[in-house]
């Protein structure tokens, strides 16, 4: 009978894969960030990873694969941030919708954007996944903000939040802009507040 060797690694070959693929999307995350869409290869960001190339090809086989699935995975986070704030005043959730729209998560699936007006090929999955993003986010506002959208106007209150939170992400992208961005949080938390009562 032959001699029976332990492996060396006892995470099963499932969980590793399921390792590396979130180090990717992680990693295309940070990169779209940091170096936008002309410095974001798939070799990038598996060194980033700590992957090789053909490993993060097995996960992604195109760049658009790659990418695409990392702002998928943004907007889950995104998400999944505004799910877990506790029930409080308007003025936090307001002031938590912006800061969703400033942060480097934002700031990855904006280069993914100004990318996909330019590519052909990424442009509908892009669209697809934006509009997905926006009815989710907008759910979740309505529930966070417990605004009755059967009352006229509520709706568009909500949408219009979120329209200026993404303004605000816009305008932080170049400056940091907290003093400005926090006084006008303050103001359409005053102004939410009174359009949902």
Not at 72 to 91: C, F, I, K, N, T
């Amino acid at each position: 009978m032959g001699v029976v060797t332990p492996p060396t690694d006892r995470t099963p070959k499932q969980d590793r894969s399921r390792a590396t693929r979130q180090r990717l999307l992680e990693a295309a995350v940070a990169c779209l960030a940091e170096h936008g869409w002309a410095g974001s290869t798939v070799s990038v960001v598996a060194e980033h990873a700590g992957v090789s190339r053909g490993a993060a090809q097995h996960h992604f086989p195109t760049r658009e694969d790659l990418f695409t699935a990392a702002v998928e995975y943004v907007a889950e986070e995104r998400s999944a941030a505004l799910r877990a704030l506790p029930v409080q005043g308007r003025m936090a959730v307001v002031a938590a919708l912006v800061d969703l729209y400033t942060g480097p998560l934002f700031r990855a699936a904006l280069q993914l954007w100004v990318a996909a007006s330019n590519e052909e090929q990424l442009r509908p999955r892009v669209t697809e996944l934006e509009a997905r993003v926006g009815r989710e986010t907008h759910r979740i506002a309505v529930e966070l903000l417990a605004a009755d959208e059967t009352k006229p106007g509520a709706r568009e209150t909500v949408q219009g939040l979120l329209d200026m939170a993404r303004g605000l992400g816009l305008a932080n992208v170049l400056t940091d802009d907290t003093a400005r961005r926090q006084r006008v949080v303050a103001q359409w938390a005053a102004l939410v507040d009174a359009a949902l009562d």
